[in-house]
Structures are given as structure tokens and as C-alpha cells.
């Protein structure tokens, strides 16, 4: 069973709009959570991380939201750009620095 | 330049040769990891190791091997390779966890090996 899901394998928007990504997870003792980018024939970056105590976290055009009670965050991308097309992952940090991945969203971004 | 490197980057092989996949850090970290990445299902760890001597099974281990005798280097073996193994590996690493901060993982630009 995943404990990292992210529902929405493709995601199109025009470029200078709002890219919204979005992840649920199932266990509540992660403490960390993450989002990496994966260009082809590259292993993924980090992008963003955000702290289970806080509920927001930004950095330039990227913005994490937490929602704790839900066991949801999202990833904000604005204004989009050509350049942001990639896969997203986001993902979880349990006991240790092992991370929990989620399934991926490829972001397409049109000008 | 602080890297993750993988060799070889292709490979094709078929059922039952053994087969090494190397990785390797300049960064002086102490955790390293393999991961497999298959559509729809994301990056899941195969092993991780802590420190020199010290691995440890991530989520599917089954049919592969690790050691970890130098810090820089934590090869990946598959005695026994079958096509269910057929996939995009990625090596990481990153310092040991240090408090509450989050170290980031680096990863190294994956190896695609197909099992015929």
C-alpha cells in the first residue's frame, strides 16, 4: 500500500499560470516532506522541503503548503514557466533520511 | 564538482548473469541509497546504508545485493538478474540525518537496465 500518493500522473498549463501539484500521504510520523524534479536522463533534484510543523514553506516561484489534517500538501509553481516541464515527486522522510516516494506527476508547461 | 556518479548508464543482459552496478560520491556523505524507479509506482529503496559496514533492506530488496566497504562507493549486485528487474536505478546520498533538518538527497543520473 502506497503511504505517498499523488493522484494526477499529467498536469498541462499555460505558461505564466498557476501550476498546482498535489500529494496525500497515510502516516503521520513523517516528519519531512518533499519535492523533487526529474528532467529525462537525469536523476532527480531537490526543489523544495517543508517541516510537519509548519504549514507553508517558499521559495521564489515555489510555494509548499502543508494541511496536516489531511494529510496533504501541494505544490505551487508561479508564474509556470517552459522550463518547469518535468516529473514532480513528491515525497516523505521517515525515521532517519529514508524517503517515501509518491508515483509522479509529469507538469507541462505550454507557451 | 560534488557529484553522484553511476556506471554504466545502459545495460542489456539476460536472465541469470550477474551483473554489478557501481556508485560513487565525492561528498564525503555518510548515507547512501538505491532506489528503482517503474511506472505509476515512483522511486522505491532497495537498500540504504549508514555508514561504512552498516546496509539495510528498503522496501524491495528481493534479488538484489549491496556492500559498503569504502564511503564513497555503494555498489548494487544482481546475482541472479530476471526480467522483473528490468528498470531505472538511481544511487543517492546525503550527510546522516542531523537534528531536525532535512539533508537533501543527491542523486546520481540513473542506470536503465533491461533483463531479457
Known amino acids: 500500500d502506497q503511504q505517498v500518493k499523488q493522484n494526477s500522473p499529467s498536469l498541462s498549463v499555460q505558461e505564466g499560470r498557476i501550476s498546482i501539484l498535489n500529494c496525500d500521504y497515510t502516516?503521520?510520523?513523517?516528519?519531512?516532506f518533499l519535492w523533487y524534479k526529474k528532467y529525462p536522463a537525469e536523476g532527480p533534484t531537490f526543489l523544495i522541503s517543508?517541516?510537519?510543523?509548519?504549514d507553508k514553506n517558499e521559495d521564489g516561484r515555489f510555494t509548499v503548503f502543508l494541511n496536516k489534517s489531511a494529510k496533504h500538501l501541494s505544490l505551487h509553481i508561479v508564474p509556470s514557466q517552459p522550463g518547469d516541464s518535468a516529473v514532480y515527486f513528491c515525497a516523505a522522510r521517515n525515521a532517519g533520511n529514508m524517503l517515501t516516494f509518491g508515483g509522479g506527476t509529469r507538469l507541462m508547461v505550454k507557451p | 564538482e560534488a557529484q553522484v556518479t553511476q556506471n554504466p548508464r545502459y545495460l542489456i543482459t539476460v536472465t541469470g548473469k550477474k551483473l554489478t552496478v557501481t556508485c560513487s560520491q565525492n561528498m564525503n556523505h555518510e548515507y547512501m541509497s538505491w532506489y528503482r524507479q517503474d511506472p505509476g509506482l515512483g522511486l522505491r529503496q532497495i537498500y540504504y546504508?549508514?555508514?561504512?559496514?552498516?546496509?539495510d533492506k528498503g522496501d524491495v530488496p528481493e534479488g538484489y545485493k549491496v556492500s559498503r566497504k569504502e564511503k564513497r562507493n555503494f555498489p548494487l549486485i544482481l546475482e541472479s538478474p530476471s526480467p522483473n528487474q528490468t528498470s531505472l536505478y538511481f544511487c543517492?546520498?546525503?550527510?546522516?540525518?542531523?537534528?531536525?533538518?532535512?539533508?537533501?538527497?543527491?542523486f546520481g543520473p540513473g542506470t536503465r537496465l533491461t533483463v531479457l
Open positions: 502516516n503521520s510520523m513523517f516528519d519531512y
Open positions: 517543508i517541516s510537519s510543523i509548519k
Open positions: 543517492a546520498s546525503s550527510l546522516w540525518r542531523t537534528g531536525n533538518l532535512y539533508n537533501e538527497q543527491f
Open positions: 546504508s549508514m555508514n561504512v559496514e552498516v546496509t
